[in-house]
C-alpha cells in the first residue's frame, strides 16, 4: 500500500538546501488484522504538532524511513472474528486513538491511561492507505461527525482530557498558556462547559484573533 514516509531528515524551511528534510510516497506491506482487530481505510489524516518535530529534528532517534500520522478517520473494510465487543461492522465510519492501553495495569485500573505500563504503540503510518488497530483502539462516528471533523477525535479527547480532570463548571474562571491547535480545542471545551472567563496568553496575533473568534 501507498504511505508517505520520511526518507532524510532535515530543515522544512528551505526545501532547495542541501540539508532539507524529504518526504516520499513509498509502498510499505499493510497488516493484516488478527482475531480482535480492525482494518481501516483510511479518509482523513491531521498533520499533528510531532511530525515537522520529526521530519527536521528525529526527537525519537528512529531510522530511515519513518512514517507520518496518528490523527485518522476511515472506514472499516475487515474485522477479526473476535472483534465483537463494540458491535462494529465493514462500512462504519470510524476514528480511534493510536495507542493501546493494557487495561489491566495500575494506571489503566486508576483512568492514568496516559502512564499505562504496557502501552503498545502500532507505529503504523496514519498517512498511508489502510491501518489496523485493535478494536479497543476504535470508535465508531456519529453520524452527523464527517469523517473529516471525525479525523480530529484524537488532539480533542486532549482537550477534553483537560476539562475533565480541572473539573470545570458554569462560572468557571480559566487561563490558557498557549493558542496552539490543543489549546484552540481547549478553549471550546471549556466555553461549551460552561466557563465564564476564559483568558488565552499567546504571543502570535493570528492565534489570538481565533481565540477571540472561538
Known amino acids: 500500500m501507498k504511505s508517505v514516509q520520511v526518507v532524510k531528515f532535515g530543515s522544512l524551511k528551505d526545501i532547495s538546501a542541501d540539508g532539507a528534510g524529504r518526504l ?20 482523513y489524516c491531521s498533520i499533528c504538532g510531532s511530525d515537522p518535530h520529526i521530519v527536521q529534528e528525529n526527537p525519537f532517534g528512529w531510522d530511515l524511513p519513518v512514517g507520518l500520522g496518528h490523527e485518522l478517520s476511515g472506514i472499516v ?13 465493514t462500512g462504519d ?7 493501546k492501553f493494557c487495561g489491566t495495569c495500575y494506571y489503566c485500573q ?6 499505562c505500563l504496557h502501552a503498545d504503540e502500532s507505529n503504523q ?4 492507505e489502510f ?14 461527525i464527517s469523517l473529516e471533523a471525525g479525523c480530529l477525535l484524537e488532539p480533542i479527547s486532549v482537550a477534553v482530557r483537560i476539562v475533565d ?9 480559566v487561563a490558557i498558556c498557549g493558542g496552539g491547535p490543543i489549546g484552540l480545542l481547549t478553549l471550546q471545551s471549556f466555553k461549551m462547559a460552561g466557563a465564564s472567563q476564559i483568558t488565552l496568553i499567546e504571543p502570535i ?10
Not at 24 to 43: C, N, T, W
Not at 132 to 143: A, C, I, N, R
Not at 165 to 173: E, F
Open 24 to 43: 516520499e510516497v513509498v509502498d510499505i506491506l499493510s497488516k493484516a488484522p488478527g482475531p480482535e482487530d480492525v482494518k481501516i481505510k483510511v479518509a
Open 77 to 89: 473494510v475487515e474485522l477479526g472474528e473476535r472483534a465483537v465487543k463494540k458491535g462494529l461492522k
Open 131 to 144: 491501518v489496523t488497530w485493535h478494536e479497543s483502539q476504535v470508535y465508531k462516528l456519529p453520524d452527523d
Open 165 to 173: 480532570k480541572l473539573a470545570a463548571r458554569i462560572g468557571s474562571r
Open 110 to 115: 486508576n483512568g492514568q491511561q496516559q502512564f
Open 125 to 128: 503510518p496514519g498517512m498511508s
Open 205 to 214: 496575533e493570528e492565534r489570538r484573533r481565533l481565540g477571540q473568534k472561538y
Open 93 to 99: 465510519r470510524v476514528a480511534g486513538n493510536f495507542l
